[in-house]
Structures are given as C-alpha cells and as structure tokens.
C-alpha cells in the first residue's frame, strides 16, 4: 500500500503566520479558558499529589541509603503516581474541550463565521459534548493521557531533585535561589517531551476525531494509532509539534517550579509545614 501524501510541515513560526492570516491573531489563543480551567487544579492536584505520594512511599522504603531526603526511586514513583491522578481527575477532559475549540475552522476576522462556530468556551464545548456523544466521550484518550502524564512528572520530578541535590552538594547550601530553582526547572521540563511525544500525537489524533453512531473511529488504540501513524505518514510524524511543546513546556516548568520552591520555603518559614 502506498503512503498517503504528506505536506511538508511548516513549523510553529510559519503555522502560525498562517492561522492569523487565515482566522486572525486571536485565533491563536483558541481554547484559552480551556487552559484556564485545566491548568490551576491540575498544578495543585500534581504537587499536593507528588508530596502526598512522597511521603507514604518513603515510609515504606525506608530511609535511602544515599543520605538524601527521598531516594530517586521514590521521586519517580511519587511522579508517576501525581501524573495518573491528575490525567485522571483534571486533564483529560479539559484536553478534549481545548482540542476541540482548537480544531475547528472558524475565522475571528468573519463575524458571520464566529457566530456559527460549533464551540465557544469549555462550560459550552463540554456540555455539547456529553449531550451529543455521552459523558464517555470526555475521557476519549485517557489511557495516553495517563501516560503521557505519568511519564512527564516521573521525568520531570526525578530529573528536578537530581539536579537540586548535586547543585546543593557543590554549593554545600540548604536552599537554591529562586533563578537556580527557574533554571533547573526549565531544563527538567524538557526531558519528559522528548521520550512521550508519541503519546501526545496519538492522544491528540484520539480526542480530535468526533464520535458518529454507526462509524468506526479511525484511531482506537495506542499501538494501532502509533502503527498507523507511523505507516501512514512516516515515524517522525510521531513528534511532530516537538517544537511547539518544549517552547511551551519548559519555560511553564521552570515558572512553576520556581514558584513552588519560593511558596514552600516561605510557608515552612511561617510555621505551616515542618
């Protein structure tokens, strides 16, 4: 079988020159209260969750041997564990709302085109969603979802501790500074995209195509999406948007860590943690 034809992608720059040309430049803030609505639970779910976690397997392992606060096996499996949960509770079905505002066609230049679109804002995409599809069809892709979001935080939170405690050692100081902890975060950030790229195409590919009673959905599962896609369209197309995620990603990774870094050392100076 021959493959399908391809277009040469043109790259987040030249995409997005051509979504303003085409829709507008507010086009490129499709899906933002989406985002909004995903991002503040889902952080508080993750690093609640992570510490959580943390705790209860550390004192199950034990003290670890390398002396450190927590061993690197527990900040992995604590980072697991924080990105289950909040694929789970948060992200999946905030995903599927942003993906679909995102995906459809409709010029913000045209208002007669603005007033026909099918979605408008996350309350309105879900309820169009449950109501056409059922309550299922927000948690089209969780099973990606899940591990792409369990693998990010076991990167991310394993990579994270590992640069901090070396940092510590050599500077033989208790705390990092606020840019040290931005850095860090940053760089961290950046290794959980790189390996679960795969898992976002096909997370992405599974929540995008809409559900039709009597029609068979094209993608259906993890190894027949990344076979198809693969087959299709060429194994680099499994990371394609690599780009885009890690200019996302990483400078939100080094924000948040830093952030959390400053906020816990500024409660536990107060008293509210020991």
Known sequence: MNRAPVKASLGPIGTARRIVQREGFLSLYKGLTAVYFGIIPKMAIRFLSFEQYREALQKIAGPP????????????????????TEAVMIVTPAEVCKIRMQSQYNSLMDPSQL???????VAQTAYVIVKE??????????????MRQG???AVNFTMYNIFKRKLLEIQNTKELVHWQSLVL?????GFGPIVNNPLDVVKTRM???????????KYTGIAQSIMMIAKEE????????????????????????????????????????V
């Open 207 to 217: 929540q995008k195509q809409v559900i039709k009673p009597g029609k068979p959905v």
């Open 234 to 273: 060429g194994t680099l197309a499994l990371w394609k948007g690599i780009t885009p995620r890690l200019m996302r990603i990483m400078p939100g990774q080094a924000i948040t860590f830093m952030t959390y870094e400053a906020v816990s050392s500024s409660l536990t100076e107060k008293g509210y943690f």
């Open 151 to 153: 693998c990010n935080q």
């Open 115 to 121: 007033a026909r679109r099918k979605y408008t804002n």
């Open 65 to 84: 041997s390398s002396g450190a606060e927590y061993s690197t096996t527990v900040n992995f499996t604590a980072g697991l564990a924080s990105g289950l």
């Open 185 to 189: 975060g940053g760089i961290s950030g």
């Open 133 to 146: 599809e059922g309550i299922g069809a927000l948690y089209k892709g969780l099973v990606p979802t899940m």
